[in-house]
């Protein structure tokens, strides 16, 4: 791809259409001037238009390299920008851009723009985050929500408390850690089924106090916008004793 200023665009075209009209002019001149019939005339008259288009493409030619120096610079400063922008923020790798001229302030106003969106979407994750920490722990249900290796990410109080584990020390365990489950099974029979409710019974915590037991528990999983689960979110059933 080559990117080129108007202003050069239109000396292009300019100088292609000058080459075109001069040749034109030449080689009429010579026709209409010169007896053709004659050898030394036909042999004068094309190596004139031989010379002249030789002339032309190489003229033709250095205007081209001169309005496109500017791209075999703008490839190697882009090049600089991504490697640059592997291990550092991209806001900071846009000082290259200065070099662009206006390409390279465009492209810093696209920076600025996909760095405020990325804030934006990182401010509300994190709102939707307390917010769902929020409820969670303040549900009336024995509630715990993995991800879909297992890793314990928000629990309600509750469950914490009926099963006798700190909330904090909780969100560093996994569910299998709880209960003798296989996530693999679940996502198969959840991917399988696409059902909105999956039902475990007779579950026990691995844990010394045996004897709370887990009547039931309902897997509910939470789809993305793929259509594929991205969270599991596990309703404990404890049995009276």
């Known amino acids: 791809m080559i990117m080129i200023k108007k202003s050069k665009l239109k000396l292009l075209i300019a100088s292609h259409f000058f080459s075109v009209i001069v040749l034109c002019a030449v ?20 190596e004139i238009l031989l010379f002249l288009s030789i002339l032309t493409i190489t003229v033709n030619c250095l205007i ?18 991504a490697t640059f922008c592997r291990t550092h923020d991209i ?20 920076f ?19 917010i769902i920490d929020y409820l969670t722990v303040n549900s009336d249900k ?6 879909i290796i297992g890793d314990a990410q928000f629990c309600s109080q509750k469950l914490s408390n009926a099963i006798g584990i700190d909330s904090d020390m ?8 709880l209960i003798n489950v296989s996530m693999n099974s679940i996502l198969s029979s959840v ?3 696409k059902t909105a409710c999956t039902t475990l019974k007779n579950q026990i915590l691995k844990y010394s106090d045996i004897t709370r037991k887990i009547k039931e528990i ?24």
Do not use: W
Not at 27 to 46: H, M, P, Q, V
Not at 170 to 177: A, E, K, V, Y
């Open 191 to 193: 991917e399988g089924e």
């Open 91 to 110: 806001k900071e790798g846009t000082s290259q851009l200065r070099h662009l001229d206006i390409l390279g302030k465009k492209m810093d106003l696209i």
């Open 112 to 130: 600025d723009l996909i760095n405020e969106t990325g804030e934006k979407r990182k401010q509300k994750l994190a709102s939707m985050y307390q």
């Open 27 to 46: 080689g009429c001149y010579f026709i209409y001037t010169s007896d053709l019939t004659i050898t030394e005339n036909r042999k004068f008259c094309a």
């Open 64 to 81: 081209v390299i001169f309005a496109n120096r500017h791209n075999i610079k703008l490839y190697a400063e882009l090049d600089k920008l």
């Open 218 to 241: 309902q897997i509910i999983p939470v789809y993305g916008n793929n259509n594929t689960v991205s969270n599991l979110i596990f309703l404990f059933s404890f049995s009276l004793i």
């Open 170 to 177: 909780l969100r560093t365990l996994r569910i299998s850690d």
């Open 142 to 147: 024995n509630i715990l929500i993995t991800n």
